[in-house]
């Protein structure tokens, strides 16, 4: 089953304490597309200018990828710039030009109107409706967002969460929109709002599944001997989620089993470790579904103990 | 089987961004004592001065926690007072008076002697060596400790280190301790140092346990509903884990096997999850074994995702 993408495809600069990479290949798109393509194929909406370099687009040419909805306008490609910490987990942007994504506007090709998944990933909240319009039969639609249109778009971006079933936030963007301290408090308001599941991203800590139902899921995290760059893991975590939510089946009534939505969260923090690996998508080019195999083993390993204890027994 | 631990006991004032609570009891010692004592016979070696309110020693009378060690001197009893910051993972120590803890040197009682579970809580590591070197038959140790041994007296604290089987550390103090920006790494260079168990305290985020096998676990968070006070919860951590321990017979060479070790960090996060919703030691006052185990299971579904998914299976 094809997944529906639409988010920002970037060059990246990026410093931290160790190294620096410029110019790279970013994104939320990028990393999703890439990430996803490991699963399904993935229909990319987005806009790059004139000087996006071809070997970005031969690269995505050679994997599931579908680019009919990537529009090349005259113009520079969105451009950002970020330093890390010596902690890796706080950044600073140091610069960001929109380029051709300052008018740009997501039109969905007619090949792209079946498609039932769609990830709206993080750009404004007003062209998140433009999509979520242009695709009234996605089946399982999954938003990203960002501080920014928490602060500066914050009535949009509710629209736009009244009409999804998953949001993707991380702790901090819970505690910011819902202006509460506690997180669980937090996350119930969300899914008052009429969302299915609320998936919180704690970064290294891994990720916390809530659910309508009630329930809550609490996925292990792969602690990485290295990381060299944490960019794109929060996109690349939606790749693996909906990745692998895209090779099962739904139940009858359209929704998907909470197994699967929980073995998406791990699949979502698998991917997500592995692009911390490398700058850009570097870690990704080369990932095989044997090697996501192989991490989800060892996840299983490391986060299994005995569910039969009871005191005294 | 009973448990050996030597740590402070204190009087606690403590803010936070919506309550206060004055002269509370607290203190490492206290918290493990009260938690722990919910599993098994806890030996208490510690000092408070002549001012301790009776009620907080009546209270321990009516527990199996036994007392011959605890001394009463002429004196203040350690105060301590904190401020927490709005997430609650931050504070500020506004004022410490060691008031006895001055001139204290722990002496274990004889019938203490043949205590095979020994917690040493965050004290001076020169007292923690006394106590070792009193403790000779002592089967299973446990360590913590703090930042402001780790800057001012970090070369006994390694021979302390270098002495027991397990270290309790945050994430935090493993960066500081280690120098190095890799948790897995610092980790490691803690097991070469003869450690069996590293365990990574993480705060709300949990608990993750690195073996000298080479094996790690991550343990399942239990999300609060709300945070009343977070003093106590790595003291509690600990009283949960060696208290489940105390409960488990180790294997024929003396040994824990890793699943109850496993079994012992859940534990751990589960007292120091109740901790939380109260503050001093109020939660655990009235806190029993079927609390306990209701969580247990809350962990075990909330942890649990298909270990036999393969892509294409």
Redesign the interface.
């Known amino acids: 089953m094809s997944i529906l993408v639409v988010g920002s495809v970037a060059l990246d600069t990026v410093e931290t304490?160790f190294a620096r990479a410029e110019e790279t290949l970013g994104g939320a798109a990028s990393y999703f597309t890439t990430a996803a393509s490991l699963?399904s194929q993935v229909n990319l909406v987005a806009v790059v200018g004139s000087d996006f370099p071809r070997e970005h687009l031969d690269f995505w040419r050679g994997r599931p990828v579908n680019l009919a909805g990537l529009q090349i306008c005259e113009g520079r490609t969105f451009r950002w710039a970020a330093r890390y910490h010596?902690?890796?987990n706080a950044r600073d942007t140091l610069d960001t030009q929109l380029g051709v994504y300052a008018g740009f506007h997501p039109v969905i090709p007619d090949e792209y109107r079946d498609c039932e998944l769609l990830f709206l990933a993080n750009i404004q909240p007003e062209l998140q409706m433009e999509v979520l319009e242009q695709a009234p039969r996605a089946r399982l639609t999954v938003l990203d967002t960002m501080e920014l249109w928490i602060t500066t778009t914050r009535a949009q971006l509710t629209e736009v969460i009244q009409r999804v079933d998953i949001l993707l936030m991380s702790e901090e963007e819970v505690?910011q929109y819902t202006n509460r301290?506690?997180?669980?408090?937090g996350v119930r308001y969300l899914l008052d709002l009429g969302l299915k599941h609320v998936v919180v991203k704690?970064g290294s800590?891994?990720a916390?599944l809530f659910s309508a139902n009630g329930?809550?899921?609490?996925?292990?995290?792969f602690?990485?001997?290295?990381?060299i760059d944490p960019t794109g893991a929060g996109d690349a975590f939606a790749g693996g989620f909906l990745g692998y939510l895209s090779?099962v089946e739904p139940n009858s009534d359209g929704q998907y089993a909470i197994?699967d939505i929980?073995?998406g969260?791990?699949h979502g923090n698998i991917i997500g470790s592995f692009v911390c690996e490398d700058f850009s998508i570097g870690r990704l080019r080369s990932l095989t579904?044997d090697d996501?195999?192989d991490r989800?083993r060892i996840?299983?390993?490391?986060?299994?103990?005995?569910?039969l204890?009871?005191?005294?027994a």
Do not use: I, K, N
């Not at 996840?299 to 569910?307: K, R």
């Open positions: 304490p699963y010596m902690d890796m505690r301290a506690s997180l669980v408090s704690q800590y891994g916390l329930t809550f899921f609490s996925a292990p995290t602690p990485l001997e290295e990381v090779t197994y929980r073995r969260v791990v579904m996501v195999a989800y996840l299983v390993e490391c986060s299994h103990f005995d569910p204890w009871r005191f005294g």
